[in-house]
C-alpha cells in the first residue's frame, strides 16, 4: 500500500500563506495521480489539486486557482500545495489522496492536516 502523510497544517491569519506536505511512504510506484481534497465543517469534501508523479502535469480547482499551487519533489518522494492568500473560506481539514494509475484503480487518503484562517 501507499500511505500519504500530511503535515504542514496550522492557523494563520486571513491573506496569509501555508505550504503544506504529502510524504509517500509505503511502496513504490511509477504511475499515479496524487493531489489534495478538503473538507470545511459540514460539508462536502471538496477537490483541490492534483498532479501527475510521473508527467508532473497539474490541475487546479477553480475555487483556489491563482492561490494554490501543487508540486512534486521526486527526490524526497513528496508532493506539496503552496496555500497564498488564504481566507477565512479555506477553513477546512486538508486530505492528501493517491490515485494509482492501473487496472485497479486503487486509492489511498492520509489522515488529514487542519488549516484554520482568522478574519
Not at 508540486?71 to 489522496?97: G, H, W
Request: hydrophobic content about 35%; some cysteine; glycine content about 12%.
Amino acid at each position: 500500500q501507499v500511505h500519504p502523510v500530511e503535515s504542514g497544517g496550522g492557523l494563520v491569519q486571513a491573506g496569509g500563506s501555508l505550504r503544506l506536505s504529502c510524504l509517500l511512504s509505503g511502496r513504490t510506484f511509477t504511475t499515479a495521480n496524487i493531489g489534495w481534497s478538503r473538507q470545511a465543517p459540514g460539508k462536502e469534501r471538496e477537490f483541490v489539486a492534483n498532479i501527475g508523479w510521473k508527467t508532473g502535469s497539474t490541475f487546479h480547482a477553480d475555487s483556489i486557482k491563482g492561490r494554490f499551487r501543487i508540486s512534486r519533489d521526486i527526490a524526497n518522494n513528496t508532493v506539496s500545495l503552496q496555500m497564498n492568500s488564504l481566507k477565512p473560506e479555506d477553513t477546512a481539514v486538508y486530505y492528501c489522496f493517491v490515485n494509482l494509475l492501473g487496472p485497479t484503480g486503487a486509492e489511498y487518503w492520509g489522515q488529514g492536516t487542519q488549516v484554520t484562517v482568522s478574519s
